[in-house]
Every structure is written in structure tokens, then in C-alpha cells.
């Protein structure tokens, strides 16, 4: 079918001549307007349209923007009808030689959609200032209204200031020149784009802006940006804005975070005007983000979806709900230790932390802190850590918690992706934040000079808010009690796997993961944890555990040393360790350090949890022989269900070697079931209990994660079997009903001989003298890719590159006995892990190394 332009076929493409009912048009006044409208196609095929999409495009784009959605009904099938305009003075409409602003724009589209006659059931969809076009109309059409899709808007400046590239477009020694007598207006937008538009697709979206006179309304537009009190069309503005909060019907929004234009702040806004909206960021994406990523797919998903299909992984506990802070408030006249910290030494009771949780709550409300406010906590784990956590809970804010693990570039994305509206840290922390541009109201932890709280521009401190807080002699009683169901956390994952995903849980949610823990490992009160990994920070005093974190720094596990853990667990006589793996590798390299009274000290745990990756067995038991009385488990989960299964050393002895590692039976709760994959490592979508079928691995349970915040694409993935959470890792069960984890579903080989898992082959490689730890990737095109092993030696090669033949003989060998054929092996000094566990292997970044190394492309460390 002939195409007008690349992605837009002729058959779309129709002009219409529309009477104006503008009040700036003379009576009797018709324009004609372009529009792209697939009812011609549909009628052809027989299909009666569902509903119609009207799409609204902004400035200085044109209908074009919305091919893709044209596109992805006719290859789908789909019965939609979609209506692409081109708003006067833009794209192939009618040059009117009238100042348009936004009251007649959003009177000009109900001009167009009352010429179409287009019924009821319409969804509208709008980008740029189109979003503000569209909504106009939406708000004063409700009765005909479906839904709201919008894609990096603004309704309002919400208090902002104008941002720079529109501030240089409106300065009038620019405006003109930038916006119409040259293209370069034109020219900036289209380079936002990421990656950058293909030529042909460019050249389309600069065809109707070719002469000055084109280009008038590109100019007029940028003109009409109400940002000051004063515009013309600041009041229009103003009442669509506030006239958004009122609409009720199904919204989603689909954002690029990198807009230099349109970024987060706006898309806050508009959530607090639109709450129910489901929201897509797709890191990486800009303004144009229709054209960096498919909006389409997720689009007419997400206009099929059901309501709450995100939350089908839930079962509800058979356990009455117990609020998190209920051990801490049955023990408010209680003296013994709550919280240790180790440097600097100090403690708090429990009345203490109840006192302080209260006051601290109080103060928090005082500064305008509500309940579902998000506050950002970028305090390492202690006693003013457990205090915030238990303070915001208090309160029903939701905590944000995103640790500098993630490292500098992915921590500002986390933060931004969550949109705190308080933002509590140390003094590093707040100076990220203000260098950084990170959002929320400032808290900062420690005490600052009045210069350098100006500089942060921090407003309050922690000492200010449990003052004023004291002050008021609030009690647990002086707080409303947040809905069970309400978010209370966003934790962020550990970006092993990609950009860190904030995962969204409910009160009800921590306190079943509170819930399993305590009956799984018998976690009762009393108990005394030493804490080496963050998340039982949050959890210890929900457990009723004295806790303690070691002197360490808990985003860099492997400074934890022997007699860092021992001294935290003399502090509190500790009954129960958690650290992560290699937090324990570095505990067992240093014990030559401890002496006689913190070995007797250790001698006294009794229970051993470790987690985050997998724990070969000669390190458990080199761990049992540091804490020889104690239960030595491993719990296999993830940030979005922790945890999910648990086996210890012992049963890991009567495991024995199999296909990757074995995790055990489920926790407390849980239920765990199989995917199968196919030749090609595609998951299947039945739950299965077969033995030793491959597949995905699937959970449910009450303290499964609620959803996945503002990724909206990514939660229905993971929640697309009804009633279980995708978790991405790929495993067995063996005929005992034990799990066994061998990789991640992304790391599945898709070889001639089928689907093949890397975990048994990386096990058979680091049985290989020399060895150290190795990852087996695959190399080429689905079905045919060519297994590569990528390793470390010890002693560590000099360089990276190919293996000695040697090394490569026995590799081949030891893999050979897992019934795979290695094409290549390869030597790297250190292999690429995650920041927060040190310990989860980046077997992506090494494919692509693999990759380029064999293709004869210079090598470097991956």
C-alpha cells in the first residue's frame, strides 16, 4: 500500500473542511484541516471500531507522531479507530493567519472531533502541549470520555520556572529567529530524540515547516506558553488544570525521563492531579518518546487490561493483620535495648524508640508530611535510620529507600523515578541532591551551619523535628492508623539486571514478610539480629529483635571484617547474623584477626542467614566453622518477594551437585511453581510442578511485592499468569519437590541443541584448577548462539582476551560433562558484578564483550 510518508500509508491520510466555532474566526469561517484516520481501513476489513484514540499532537511536531499506533492496528488487527489531528497552523492544516491560543486550540479540536462524528468512547491521547489540547477537551466531554493517555505534557508550571531551552525560545531576542525564521526550533527537538531519527523519518517530521510563512504557528505556540500569572492564556490554563482532578476515567501515562523539557516534576504533578493513572518511565527516553520507545504495544495493553490484574500475585494471609509498629507499641515502658549502634557507640531502649518514633512522627506532620507523602531516606542503617522508617510508617508516608550501592548515576534515577516529596540525608547525600537536582522538601540528618544549609538548601534538621515533635507529647494514640492496603515502601532492586526498579509494597505487605520471617527462622521477640544487610534494618524491630549493624559500610559489603561483625554481635549478644555473601567472603578472609572472646561470642549465634547470591558449599561450611552452634541457612529471594525459599547446610549437603543450585522448599506462606521454557528460553505461561522441567520460577504469597512503581510495562510482565509473580530466574524442581536456580531467564543460551542454562557449566568450569569464578554466555543469533565461557584465573590474568590453550582444553573437558560444547573460552582480570551485592555477575555486559572480542573488535575490559 503506498505510503505518503515512511510508516504512513496513503489511505490514512484525509482533509476535511471544518466550520470554526472559534470566537477569534469570523462567523461562518471553515478550515480545512489534515487528519490521519484508519476508518477506511477498518470499514475495508470488516472491523467495527471498539472505540476511537484522538491523538494531539504538540509543538512543533504533527499527526506523524502517532504512526506507530496506525501501524500496530493494522498488523494487530486490532478494532480501534484512531484519529490523528494536525492542529491549525500545524502540519498539513491550514495556515489560518490567526494567533491561536489555548482556549481556541482546545475549541478548535472539538470543532474537528464534532465534524468526524465520533461518538462516545473516546480515549484521547496527547504529547507535548498537545496533552494540554486534549485534556481540555476531556474534561468539558466527560459523558463521551473512556480514557486519558498522555505522553511527556504539562498541564500547569506547578511553580516552576520556565525550563531553559523553552526560556531561550520565548526570549525575544531568539523567539523569532528560533522558532520562524529558521528551523532550528525544529532542528532541537528532533535531536532529542534517543537514539537518534533515522534521515528519511527526520525529513518527514520537517516537511510541513519548510518556509517561514509554514512555520507561524510554531512560533505562536511557543508564544502562548502561559508560564507568568499575566498570559493571555493563563487562566484557560488554570481552569484545565484544576478541572483534570476531576476526571475519574482510566489514565496511563507513558514518559521519557531524560526531557530537558517536560521531566519528572511534571509527570508529579499530574499524579497528584490523576492518582489513579497507571504510569511507563522508560529510562533512557526523552521527549520524542513515541519515538524512542514502542508506546503502541503497551497502549492498546494496556486499553485491554483488567483493573488490579497487577496485583494477582497477592494471597491474603490467613494471619490476622498486625500493624508493623505493634511490637514497638506493646513495649513502650520497656528498658532493655531496642537499637545499637556501633560507631558512634549508642543505644536506645524500647520506650526510648517508641518516644523518639512518636516525636520524630509529630515533627514530620508539623513540616506538612501526610499520609501517602513519599520520603526519601538516604540515611545509612542505625539508630536515625530505624527511627525515620517507623516515624513515616507512623505517619502512613510511604519510605523511598534506594542506597548508594546503585552508585551515583543510578541512585539519582531511582530517586527521580520515585518522585519523594521529602528528601532526609546526610550531609553527602544532600550534596548529590542539590548538585544533582534530586526532588523533595530537604531534611538534613546532621546539624548544619546556617551557610551550608543555604548552600544545600536544606529547610529543616532531624534535632528541629523531634523538638517541635516533643513538644507536642505525641503518643501512638495521636496518629491515625494508615489503611493496611496503602503503599507504605518503595524499594528499589539491585540493578543487577538493568536500571534498579523501585518495588512498591503495601502496610500489609511488610508486615507479612515481617510475618513469614518470624516463622520460618523463629524470630520471636527477644531475639538479638545483627544486621549486615540492609533490609533487616527495616525489619528487626517489627520482629522484636534487638538489632545491630556492624561498623561497615552497608552499600559495600565486603567491608565488613571479622572483627566488625563480632564486636556488633558482643554489643548485643546476638542470636542471629544475616550478611551477604560476600560480606561473609570477607568475614572468612579476615578471621585471622579475632581473638579468644570474640570467637566464644560468635560461638553463641544460633542462626546464620545469608542471601543476595547463590553460596557455594565449601564457603557454608568454612561459615558453619566461624559459628559452630549455629543453623547456617541461605534463603533464596528478591526485593520483590523476600524470601521465597530456604534450605540449610545440611540440605544443601544432602542435595548434592545437580543443574545449578539447590534453594530448598518454600517459606512460610509461599507457593512456588514452574514455567517451562521452550528451545529458544521463551517461558511458557502454565504453572507447573513437574520434576526436573526447566522453566521460569513463579511465586506467590502474601508478602509478594504490590507492584512495580511507575513501570507499568514491566508489572504486567511479571504479573501475567494470574495469580503469580514472573521472578525472571530460571530453575527445577528436583524429585524431592526442592528448587534448584540455574540462572536468569536473560542468560538462557538459545543453542542448535536447545534452551541451555549457564549455572551447571559455570560450576563445572570453576571445578577446573586455577579457576576462579566464570560466567558461560552465548554468542550469535537466537537458536544458533555459541556457548563462551568468560572466567577469572587465580592468580588473576594479566589481560583480558582469549584463554591459553592449555586452560581452554581443560575448560572444554570439565563443560563437556554437563553436555555442552564450548566454542570459546576467554580470560578477564576481574568479571563485571552489580554495586550492591558485589556478587551477582553482569552476564549481559560480558556477552557483548564476548561478542565483540571474537569478531576481531579491539579488546578491552568488559
Known sequence: MTEIFPGVKEIYSKYLSVPSTSAIDAQGASYRWHVLDNQEELTQRGITPVGTLVCVHGNPTWSYLWRSLFNHVSDHQLAWRIVAVDQLDMGLSERTGKFRRLADRVNDLG????????????????????????????????????????????????GFELPAALKLATHPAVHGWGTKSTRAFLQ?????????????????????????????????????IPFLPEHPSRRALDEISEAVRSLKVPALMLWGPKDPVFSDRYLRDLLGR??????????????LVGEDRDIATPIFEWLDS?????????????????????????????????????HPPRSLSWAELGQRVNALASGLQQIGVKSGDRVNLLVPPGIELTSLIYACLRLGAVIVVADAGLGTKGLGRAIKGAGPSFLVGINRALTGARVLGWPGTKIAVEELSSAKRKVLGVEHTLDELLEAGSSTGATAGSFTAPDPDADAA??????????????????????????TLRETYHLKAGSSLVAGFAPFALLGPALGATSVTPDMDVTAPRTLTASALADAAVAVNATTVFASPAALANVLATKAELNTAQRKTLSNVELM???????????????????????????????????????DLDGIREAGQGNGVCVGTAVAGATIAIAPIDDLGVAGDQPEYTPNATGEILVRAAHVKDR?????????????????????????????????????????????????????????????????RAALVGVGPAGTQAAVVVMETVPAAPKAGPASSELTKLVRSAVAATGIEVAAVLVVKTLPTDIRHNSKIDRAALAQWASSTLAGGRIRTP
Open 609 to 647: 542467614l545469608s542471601a543476595g547470591a547463590p553460596i557455594p558449599e565449601p564457603l557454608l561450611d568454612k561459615v558453619q566453622q566461624l559459628v559452630p552452634n549455629a543453623k547456617v541457612h541461605t534463603p533464596y529471594g528478591m526485593t520483590e518477594a523476600l524470601p521465597v525459599t530456604d534450605i
Open 708 to 772: 512495580y512503581d511507575r513501570l507499568w510495562i514491566t508489572e504486567q510482565a511479571s504479573s501475567s499468569i494470574t495469580g503469580w509473580h514472573r521472578t525472571g530466574d530460571v530453575g527445577h524442581f528436583d524429585a524431592e519437590g526442592r528448587l534448584w536456580v540455574e540462572g536468569r531467564l536473560g542468560h538462557v543460551l538459545s543453542m542448535a541443541q536447545g534452551a541451555v542454562t549457564p549455572v551447571a557449566a559455570e560450576h563445572a568450569v570453576q571445578s577446573v584448577a586455577g579457576a576462579g
Open 274 to 287: 490523576l492518582p489513579q493513572a497507571q504510569v511507563h518511565r522508560f529510562e533512557g527516553a526523552s521527549h
Open 188 to 224: 532541537v527537538t528532533h535531536s532529542l530524540a534517543q537514539p537518534a531519527l533515522d534521515p528519511q523519518v527526520r525529513q518527514a517530521f520537517m516537511a510541513p515547516y519548510t518556509s517561514a510563512e509554514q512555520r507561524e504557528g510554531v512560533a505562536n505556540f511557543v508564544a502562548d
Open 111 to 158: 470543532d474537528v472531533i464534532d465534524a468526524l462524528d465520533l461518538g462516545n468512547n473516546v480515549t484521547t491521547v496527547g504529547h507535548d502541549w498537545g496533552g494540554i489540547v486534549s485534556l481540555g477537551w476531556a474534561v468539558a466531554h466527560q459523558e463521551r470520555l473512556n480514557n486519558v493517555v498522555l505522553t511527556n505534557t504539562a498541564v500547569h508550571p506547578a
Open 490 to 515: 518503595v524499594l528499589f532492586t539491585s540493578g543487577s539486571t538493568g536500571p534498579a526498579k523501585g518495588v512498591v509494597y503495601t502496610h500489609r505487605q511488610l508486615s507479612a514478610m515481617r510475618d
Open 306 to 342: 483488567t483493573p488490579d490484574s497487577a496485583h494477582s500475585a497477592r494471597v491474603q494471609s490467613e494471619d490476622a493483620y498486625l500493624p508493623m509498629l505493634a511490637e514497638l507499641d506493646s513495649r513502650q515502658d520497656d528498658p532493655s535495648a531496642a537499637v545499637v549502634d556501633i
